[in-house]
């Protein structure tokens, strides 16, 4: 097999994340997450097994679809209590020298302007370890508290490509690659003549400039995209250099990906562009019937009513008001819900069925077996898919990625497809070995000032600099 598999692991800060309920199994971490310590040391395990990066999602408000209210999240610690994720990127960093750092954002509730200073500093003091997972944020408890209606869906992705596109003129064009000096025989920090207003005017966003922080190691962070909606497919294909994805078989999986790569063709990127990463939980342990055993005693500690919490607010739906036993049809039919449709391929699926289903590792699938059997089932999804590598959501913490890097990760680089080392360089550079910033064919590119854009190679648009 010629193609490098690769894992990123898919946390958040919170008690319970994909699993909902295992943070009452023997042993596990989760109520730690207050703590560095707690972070720390699953950075440390993360980087023995040469992980690409820890993935760190977040969402704005509370789940509070099921039954009307946040009770039953709050009750089942549902993805809340959740605290900020980008405040993780520093104790990450200290203890780790490659572990990328991927950090959920949503591009609704927070100015630009604003948090292209926080991605700046975080690359700065991770010194370029830096990745944005860029979300439009979907629950409505969050537009309540924020003050901020929440729009229609495809309008929300029309305002993420116009904050995009800020963060891109700060970032990227704002300050020349020459423009600090740190010359202290003539008192000169930053040349002003190479620091320029990016005179942002748009239908959402006024933004003069110029940006607030000099250039960081890879100036845009590496930029993260998981939209499964045609406008987000369509986001992703524009503008995302790793792409995270959800389903639950095989084939809806390589149909993702299809859909993905045409529309990417479409803006004149080609598939290597991007790296595609598809949800997946793995419980492996020294042989099969270990693992079979430990994946028995999860099951025991799952929390259907946590699963049917994250479900309905993943789909808008209150899925307290159908019962166990109601087909998955039935539901579709009723509420319209894209998110289902990806669970076609089981059509005698009840309701109990996908609450099972979600209660370990969510809208992906869940692999059981020793590392030879795990390694064959994992190869086997890139061989029918082509995805590029998995973004392993934990059942317990940090049992679950111990084990991978413990029983999995030897088997995987046995076999010559896993890493044995990481590469030198930033998140960039590591992922894609063509330097530390993006590529000169990605839209925010054209932002970059001229003086700079002339030394890099391929088409260039003009920035809108004076």
């Known amino acids: 097999m010629s193609r490098r598999l690769r894992f990123n692991a898919f946390e958040m800060n919170c008690v319970a994340h994909q699993s909902p309920g295992l943070w009452t199994f023997p042993g596990d971490r989760a ?13 440390l395990i993360l980087e023995e097994g040469r992980f690409d990066g820890i993935f760190i999602a977040d969402v704005i408000g509370s789940y509070d679809v099921y039954g009307g209210s946040n009770g039953a999240a709050l009750r089942e610690a549902a993805q809340v209590p959740v605290n900020d994720p980008l405040q993780l990127a520093v104790p990450i960093s200290m203890v780790t020298e490659h572990l990328g750092i991927g950090i959920t954002a949503s591009t609704s509730y927070e100015h630009p302007y604003l948090f292209a200073r926080r991605l700046s500093t975080a690359d700065h003091l991770t010194k370029g370890r830096i990745g944005w997972n860029i979300v439009t944020s979907y629950l409505e408890s969050g537009a309540r508290n924020t003050g901020i209606p929440l729009r229609p869906h495809d309008d929300r992705y029309e305002v993420a490509a116009e904050y995009l596109e ?11 690659e020459d423009a600090v000096l740190a010359d202290p025989a003539r008192r000169i920090y930053a040349d002003p003549a190479k620091v320029h207003p990016i005179r942002h005017k748009g239908r959402c966003f006024d933004v ?14 590496v930029l993260y995209q998981a939209g499964a909606s045609r406008a987000g497919i369509g986001f992703a294909a524009k503008h995302a250099e790793c792409v995270f994805v959800s389903t639950p078989t095989q084939a809806a999986l390589a149909r993702y990906i299809t859909a993905l790569s045409e529309a990417a063709a479409a803006q004149g990127r080609q598939r290597h562009d991007f790296l595609v990463y598809a949800l997946a939980t793995v419980i492996v342990e020294e042989t099969d019937a270990k693992a079979q055993a430990l994946y028995q005693h999860c099951l025991d500690h799952v929390s259907t009513e946590g699963a049917l919490v994250l479900l ?5 739906a209150d899925l307290s008001a159908y019962a166990p036993g109601d087909p998955l049809a039935k539901i579709r039919a ?11 391929d089981q059509r005698d699926w009840s309701l109990a069925d996908l609450a099972r289903w979600a209660g370990i590792g969510g809208a992906g699938p869940v692999i059981v077996g020793g590392p030879e059997t795990v390694a064959d089932q994992l190869e086997a999804w890139q061989e029918t898919t082509g995805v590029d590598g998995f973004n392993l959501a934990r059942v317990t913490a940090h049992q679950t990625f111990a084990n991978v890097t413990g029983y999995l990760v030897p088997e995987l680089q046995r076999r010559g497809i896993y890493p044995r080392d990481y590469a030198p360089g930033t998140l960039r550079q590591k992922l894609f070995g063509q330097g530390d910033r993006l590529r000169a064919s990605h839209p925010a590119a054209r932002f970059r000032h001229p003086a700079a854009m002339a030394e ?3 088409p260039h648009l003009v920035p809108p600099f004076s």
């Not at 003069?208 to 962070?221: A, I, V």
């Not at 309905?312 to 808008?316: E, F």
């Not at 009723?334 to 076609?344: K, Q, T």
């Open 312 to 316: 309905s607010g993943w789909t808008g």
């Open 334 to 344: 009723e509420s319209g819900l894209s998110m289902l449709e990806r669970f076609a």
């Open 31 to 43: 109520r730690q997450y207050k703590d560095i310590g707690y972070w720390t040391d699953l950075a």
């Open 166 to 176: 800020v963060i891109g003129k700060l970032l990227e064009g704002s300050w020349e």
């Open 208 to 221: 003069p400039g110029p940006h607030l922080c000099e250039p960081s190691p890879q100036r845009s962070p």
């Open 456 to 458: 890099a190679p391929g």
